[in-house]
């Protein structure tokens, strides 16, 4: 199953055209590795108030490959010092979190397994 990657930014008023160089030197072919991710989705959002939000989406077919591309990132001297937070960065890293796609085959098969609250098999 997908999972995704999703990194919430804080960006610097006026330095989003900073931060998106940042991310296209991310894409370059020197940082490429045996495994890809499947796609690269990025968004702000579009509700009144601050402009300074961004969240990054990045799929990979499976946790093994989420692992392998983050492995390969963290052996990478060049990769970790493009994203290591400074003073003057574009962007603040806020959170992150990983999702594991389910599909409703396997939320019928994990509701079987619950048992009532309270009760305590053995």
Do not use: C, H
């Amino acid at each position: 199953m997908s999972v995704i990657a999703v990194f919430k930014y804080e960006i610097k008023p006026g330095r989003l055209a900073d931060f998106m160089k940042k991310l296209a030197e991310a894409a370059d072919a020197k940082f490429a590795s045996p495994v890809m991710p499947k796609s690269i989705r990025l968004f702000r959002s579009t509700v009144p108030g601050p402009d300074t939000g961004v969240t990054l989406m990045i799929e990979y077919a499976d946790m093994a490959a989420y692992g392998a591309r983050t492995a390969f990132e963290n052996a990478n001297p060049e990769w970790r010092r493009l994203f290591e937070p400074e003073r003057d960065s574009p962007e603040t890293l806020v959170s992150v979190e990983l999702l594991t796609e389910i599909s409703p085959d396997d939320a019928e098969q994990d509701a079987a397994g619950r048992v009532p609250f309270g009760f305590r098999p053995g």
